[in-house]
T-cell receptor, first 113, second 108 residues
Framework: GAGVSQTPSNKVTEKGKYVELRCDPISGHTALYWYRQSLGQGPEFLIY????????DSGLPNDRFFAVRPEGSVSTLKIQRTERGDSAVYLCASSPREDREQFFGPGTRLTVL | RKEVEQDPGPFNVPEGATVAFNCTYS??????FFWYRQDCRKEPKLLMS???SGNEDGRFTAQLNRASQYISLLIRDSKLSDSATYLC?????????FGKGTRLHILP
């Protein structure tokens, strides 16, 4: 079956712009996670959804970052007033429940110039 | 102290050798544990879950030591295709924490 998909695969933007990153989880997976990964680092947790609600958003670095999952399936990560330090690969993962294997999407490589 | 710590490596190991990685975690309330593998510029993929009794999958063996708060991964008869970054993952309540990963290079 289809895995986790993320769009776009690459996004180049200018400092100060707004971006949206999309994640389509595996059908039926209730848990959805966003991570950010910089070169040479492990994935850094950003936010976790259980269904439509954000069960844990403690990893969001500041209020420029926001994520939604309005219908409990597709999720969008939104970054306002992008900064060069936001450049990273943004990974989305889904899981049938929070203590089970996570299936990752291919990521969106964000470059802020 | 970071909640999940791994030796970043790189580990340069000849083909056919056995290699072991350790990962320590700081929160004793951690509930589930995993090893993920990540190839260069690819997404992480689950290698093994780690159970208290230890578990084996072919050439790979994972063990958990709750008393000392570490997990280990052993790779026997290493192959060139084992070259990757190995990520230790700890789950506590709803929080998933990844280690920085250990880079492994298998040398021909």
């Amino acid at each position: 079956g289809a895995g986790v998909s993320q769009t776009p695969s690459n996004k180049v933007t200018e400092k100060g712009k707004y971006v949206e990153l999309r994640c389509d989880p595996i059908s039926g997976h209730t848990a959805l996670y966003w991570y950010r990964q910089s070169l040479g680092q492990g994935p850094e947790f950003l936010i976790y959804f259980q269904g439509t609600g954000a069960a844990d958003d403690s990893g969001l670095p500041n209020d420029r970052f926001f994520a939604v999952r309005p219908e409990g399936s597709v999720s969008t990560l939104k970054i306002q007033r992008t900064e060069r330090g936001d450049s990273a690969v943004y990974l989305c993962a889904s899981s049938p429940r929070e203590d089970r294997e996570q299936f990752f999407g291919p990521g969106t490589r964000l470059t802020v110039l | 102290r970071k909640e999940v710590e791994q030796d970043p490596g790189p580990f340069n190991v000849p083909e056919g050798a056995t290699v072991a990685f350790n990962c320590t975690y700081s929160n004793s309330a951690s509930q589930s544990f995993f090893w993920y593998r990540q190839d260069c510029r690819k997404e992480p993929k689950l290698l093994m879950s780690v159970y208290s009794s230890g578990n084996e999958d072919g050439r790979f063996t994972a063990q958990l030591n709750r008393a000392s708060q570490y997990i280990s991964l052993l790779i026997r008869d290493s192959k060139l295709s084992d070259s990757a970054t190995y990520l230790c993952v700890v789950n506590r309540d709803d929080k998933i924490i990844f280690g920085k990963g250990t880079r492994l290079h298998i040398l021909p």
